[in-house]
């Protein structure tokens, strides 16, 4: 009955964090950039957080909002935008400057998230970005970075720009870093189909493995281990992966998950039954056994 206590998600902010860097061909530079950022679900991941966001140039006055559901129908529509960072910041047109969101942003999976980072700056050189080159300009396991607007206000969400016509330049892109970490999912018995395959058959072999015979551990000990396992945690090594991927997908697709675990049990065998790697471990108390009589 106590695994019905597991945990649905992990308690801590990040398990992993990454930065990730999109194209800099320094086209442009004017007041500010909207554009999207699209969530994964590549990964069991219960949210990405975003902490900071790094941009450069003339800078100045800064301010960075988000928005679910993206932009869209929004880049006028200051009510539907929530401010994360707001501060005055130096110039900086070589090195990009960390922006510290406050409080970071919490993207959920399959979802869409709009961005704006805007200097109220007067003049055309407060934050720099490109023309769009891609439809995608960055994507990873986790999150897909889209082109978007370029805005030539320094009045943040204004539809009156220094010319003629709208301040709002369409296929632009972002240039800059995106600091962020990933909260996974914990393993449970109700989300074993949010797990890729690989982690499937492993958590099926090890709960196998562990409790069977007349030495296997308690079931409710042995779901919390695997509680606790982290996504990747029964994924090959590298070495082993490269000539392991072509036939796990094609010859184990109809193969049922009883027989896929009685192999990983055989496979794994030696660390249950092998017990020569711990032949070189050094027992600090080996020379007080005599004084025990033993």
Known sequence: MSSLLLAERADYLVHDSYTVETEDHEDHTFNGVMFDVATLRTRPVDA?????????????????????DGRAGKEQSQEHWSCCFQQKVASSFHDFKRLQLDPPLVLRPDRTYGLYVH????????????????????????????????????????????WWGSPWRRRRAFVGKISYGARFVL???PM???????????????????????????????????????????????????????????????????????????????????????????????????????
């Open 48 to 68: 990405v957080v975003v902490d900071a966001i790094y941009v450069r140039g003339g800078l100045g006055a800064m301010t960075v909002w988000s928005t679910p």
């Open 119 to 162: 200097s109220a700056e007067q003049g055309d050189d407060g934050v720099v970005y490109d023309n769009e080159r891609d439809a995608i300009c960055h994507e990873d396991d986790y999150i897909r970075v889209l082109p978007g607007l370029a805005h030539l206000s320094p009045e943040p969400f204004s539809g009156e720009g220094p």
């Open 187 to 189: 393993w449970r018995p």
């Open 192 to 294: 074993h189909g949010a797990f890729n395959p690989q982690f499937r058959r492993g958590c099926a072999a090890a709960f196998f493995a562990l409790t069977m015979g007349w030495g296997g551990l308690p079931t409710d000990c042995v779901l919390y281990i695997l509680h606790l396992a982290r996504f990747d945690w029964f994924d090959l090594p590298e070495t082993r992966a490269l000539g392991a991927a072509a036939s796990s997908d094609e010859d184990d697709e109809d193969v049922p998950e009883e027989v896929l675990a009685a192999r990983h049990v055989a496979r794994q065998a030696r660390y249950t039954s092998d017990y020569s790697r711990f032949d070189n471990i050094d027992d600090s108390s080996d020379g007080d056994d005599e004084d025990y009589g033993l």
